[in-house]
């Protein structure tokens, strides 16, 4: 597919016009990435930024060489394999948001004595999810709590599930509560700051975060358990890349 008389300069002019177009792609995903699905530390407790190296790569490094690769002087020819490029890379671009968008933290859950991180993917499927509760496309993860049901016969059914089935109840929109109807709780659960001293060596930044809190709980993530810094009140105010145990 190469043809001898076109130029390394041709060549790298091509290459340098995908790569604008791939940058433009990318800083679209960076915004949705990092500052709505996975803001702050949950990039690391989730394990993202391994997934957005592969995008990174695909998207930005092998589209502009493949069009490096296949540039011709036969336009013709070479539109005709610029559009099979395009779609393949931007399918994969499209698949790999998707994919990101399904595994995201959609829920930080109160559960207990610990908030624990839920994506839409970890729902069975077709649940229905109230409507107050539902994350959508845009939007930064929600905080919310998981209660047991009231009815003795649906809790007894609901811990069964955990024990038996492995179905946590932080998987069950039916059991989803405003987080500030279960502050009481929280603080009752909250633990005092000087306890993340015996897990975490804190350096001088952490230090003037961890000032402005009055509690904590731990966070419980795919890749990374971490903590979640509480006001007075009970209400979350910042997750810590810090352990919490």
Not at 53 to 79: C, E, Q, R, S
Not at 191 to 218: Q, V
Not at 227 to 235: I, M, S
Request: glycine letters at 4%; a positive charge; aromatic letters at 14%.
């Amino acid at each position: 597919m190469i043809s001898g008389s076109v130029s390394l300069q041709e060549r790298f002019k091509a290459f340098l016009g995908h790569l604008i177009f791939s940058v433009f792609l990318l800083l679209i995903s960076l915004v949705f990435i990092f500052y709505i699905w996975y803001p702050g530390a949950l990039k690391h407790a989730t394990g993202v930024l391994t997934v957005y190296a592969i995008l990174l790569f695909v998207d930005l490094i092998l589209g502009p060489l493949l069009t490096a690769f296949v540039y011709k002087k036969d336009k013709i020819k070479f539109i005709f394999d610029m559009v099979i490029i395009l779609i393949i890379q931007v399918s994969a671009f499209l698949f790999g948001l998707y994919t990101l968008e399904k595994g995201r933290p959609a829920w930080l859950v109160f559960v207990v004595d610990d908030f624990e991180i839920i994506s839409k993917s970890q729902l069975q499927p077709n649940v229905k999810i109230p409507e107050q509760f539902q994350v959508h496309f845009w939007e930064k993860p929600q905080w919310i709590a998981a209660t047991y049901s009231d009815d003795p016969v649906i809790r007894k059914q609901q811990k069964e599930d955990e024990i038996f089935d492995g179905i946590s109840l932080t998987t069950r929109p039916e059991s989803y509560r405003a987080l500030n109807t279960k502050y009481s709780v929280i603080l009752n659960k909250a633990k005092p700051m000087d306890e993340l001293r015996r897990y975490n060596t804190i350096d001088s930044s952490e230090k003037s975060i961890l000032n402005k809190a009055n509690h904590w709980l731990p966070l419980k993530a795919p890749e990374m358990d971490m903590v979640v810094l509480l006001d007075k009140t009970g209400q979350p105010t910042k997750i810590v890349n810090l352990r919490p145990w």
